[in-house]
């Protein structure tokens, strides 16, 4: 697996230490071995994981400031949190999820690759939110969770104002973009840029959304459980 990433990643000129390559084999090997167990991921060819997977959250990794703090919301088998970690060591990670078992597995893996500053969460988003740590990461990021209306009621609330939202998203996003002007207006933000990348022939067009939080968003939301996704903004 060691020589599949580094064939990847050299592909797409990703810079990497040895042992950055190594842990996310390492990582690979955890998600195999548990995979069943926790069903974390209906991809497991190890070149599919490489790209799939590892290289699309790597190649967001520039999108982060400097020792920043991350909130990875809904971040199941640990994408883009685990990898973006090894890759950006200075980032601070919370992992939050409402399955406990995915939690489970993602504490194991921190603590078999002594990844530091990461802590997991086993909470749902809108209950979390109306804790300490509502608006107060640097970012927040989100990858597959859901469409942008009610990603943007999930995320936002977590980010302080000047900071951003990074949601991962296919490239037809535009279509997003399009539907989510109210979403936009009550969870005070704004598109700061689409930070678009693609892969070979088997994977998507990808984009990351880049969404900049300009004030403080009503206690209100996120609103209940299930409700952002039954009756989007």
């Known amino acids: 697996m060691v020589e599949i990433i580094k064939s990847v990643f050299d592909r797409y000129n990703i810079i990497y230490k040895e042992e950055q390559i190594v842990k996310l084999a390492k990582f ?93 969460f086993h909470v749902r988003c809108e209950d979390f939110a109306q804790t300490e740590m509502r608006e107060s990461f640097d970012h927040v990021t989100a990858r597959a969770v859901a469409n942008l209306p009610t990603l943007l009621e999930y995320c936002m609330p977590f980010v302080k104002v000047g ?9 037809s996003a535009n279509d997003e973009i399009g539907e989510s002007k109210n979403a936009f207006d009550l969870m005070k933000s704004r598109l700061v840029e689409v930070f678009e990348y693609e892969f070979d022939e088997l994977v998507s067009r990808r984009a990351a959304l880049v969404i900049g939080k300009y004030g403080i968003i009503d206690k209100k939301y996120p609103r209940a459980k299930g409700t952002p996704q039954k009756n989007p903004l």
């Open 28 to 120: 690979y090997e955890m998600l195999i071995r548990e995979n069943e167990k926790y069903n974390l991921t209906s991809i497991t060819d190890p070149y599919n994981v490489a790209t799939k997977h590892f290289l699309d959250c790597v190649l967001i990794q520039d999108l982060f400031k400097p020792n920043a703090t991350v909130a990875d919301i809904g971040c199941g088998a640990g994408f883009p949190s685990i990898p973006l970690k090894i890759m950006r060591p200075d980032l601070q990670f919370a992992l939050v999820d409402s399955l406990g078992k995915r939690i489970k597995f993602l504490e194991m893996v921190i603590n078999e690759l002594e990844l530091t500053n990461m802590l997991c």
């Open 163 to 171: 900071g951003t939202a990074i949601l991962m998203k296919a490239k």
